[in-house]
């Protein structure tokens, strides 16, 4: 069997490729070009791919009669690839969920804590020898513990993010989704995204990316918020309209927000990086070592399942 991995992961995940296996790890750290995903498709059995690699219908249509029989994706978002297309021409597609869970969620608490705390802005502030000392009405941000948190898209990591408001920070829960869930904790259920949004002093998005997805969270769910609300992505930048979120943020209609995510990820607008009032990460949601393992990990068993005709633990 011929493996591909696309980008260089921990060793512990390498090593764990089915004995016997002909490996490839491509040591280019970006996103492959569509001549590299095509002979991806064309020369080998199995492909672990990961974000940014844009396995689209157009460019796996592109390749007749594809060697690849599975793309086992290093995450667990897949909405870089068309899974119906895929499948289409045979290719069975998996996922990485569970692994990516808690470290994702943190992430989200470490942004709400920083966006309505001002951490951001204070530690700017300190870095460039502007801090004039301690006075009383220094920096006057949230304080979060007590207050309300929505989120969209009570999923696994919805649920973890909830659980971390609720018990930590004695927050009163809100969700937007499509079903009612049957939670550990109380929690609200709001029809509509807006609803859900006006009822809340942080709003978190923790939907997956895709076209049903896409920009659902615009203009009219800023314009729902309280002036001194926060919002907070740690999903897909495409789920939301970016270009609303900047003016939301300049004109005051929400108080800040805390970004893990891109629109056009890796490139970030430079009206969001000139305001004070946005927590600006690289995309940290799952980077931690042992979680980044267990990612590979789980990648790794879908491809092992794959090679000895057994059911993928993943497939999407």
């Known amino acids: 069997m011929k493996l591909l991995i696309a980008r260089p992961l921990p060793e512990p995940v390498i090593a764990a490729a089915p004995q016997g296996a002909e490996v490839e790890v491509r040591q280019d750290t970006l ?30 249509g592109s390749v007749p009669a594809p060697r690849c029989k599975l793309l086992a994706n290093f995450g667990v978002g897949y909405n ?5 297309a895929a499948r289409a021409a045979g290719i069975t597609v998996s996922n990485t969920p569970g692994a990516v869970t808690d470290a994702t969620a943190d992430i989200a608490m470490t942004l709400m804590l920083m966006t309505a705390r001002r951490a951001g802005e204070g530690e700017r502030m300190v870095r ?11 920096m006057l941000g949230m304080h979060l513990t007590g207050k309300s948190v929505g989120i969209i898209g009570m999923g696994r990591i919805g649920q973890a993010i909830a659980a971390r408001c609720h018990h930590g920070f004695g927050m009163s829960v809100h969700y937007y989704s499509r079903s009612e869930k049957d939670l550990p904790f109380p929690a609200t259920q709001h029809s509509t995204l807006p609803a859900c949004a006006a009822a809340v002093d942080v709003l978190v998005a923790a939907i997956p990316g895709g076209a049903a997805t896409h920009h ?90 794959f090679a000895i005709g057994a059911d993928l633990p993943n497939a999407v």
């Open 31 to 60: 996103p492959m070009s569509a001549d590299e995903m095509r002979r991806a498709l064309a020369e080998f059995d199995v492909v672990v791919p990961t974000l940014g690699d844009l396995f689209s219908a157009e460019l796996i």
């Open 80 to 84: 870089h690839i068309d899974v119906d």
């Open 128 to 138: 460039a020898g502007a801090w004039p000392g301690w006075h009383p009405t220094q």
């Open 216 to 305: 659902l969270i615009g203009a009219d769910a800023f314009a729902a918020m309280k002036p001194t609300a926060h919002f907070v992505n740690i999903a897909r930048g495409d789920v939301v309209d970016e270009a609303a979120l900047i003016t939301a943020l300049q004109t005051g209609v929400i108080a800040g927000a805390g970004l893990d995510v891109y629109e056009f990820e890796p490139k970030v607008p430079q009206a969001l990086v000139a305001l004070e009032n946005v927590v600006l990460l690289p995309h940290l949601g799952t980077a931690a070592l042992e979680v980044r393992i267990d990612m590979g990990l789980m990648a790794m068993d879908n491809v092992r399942a």
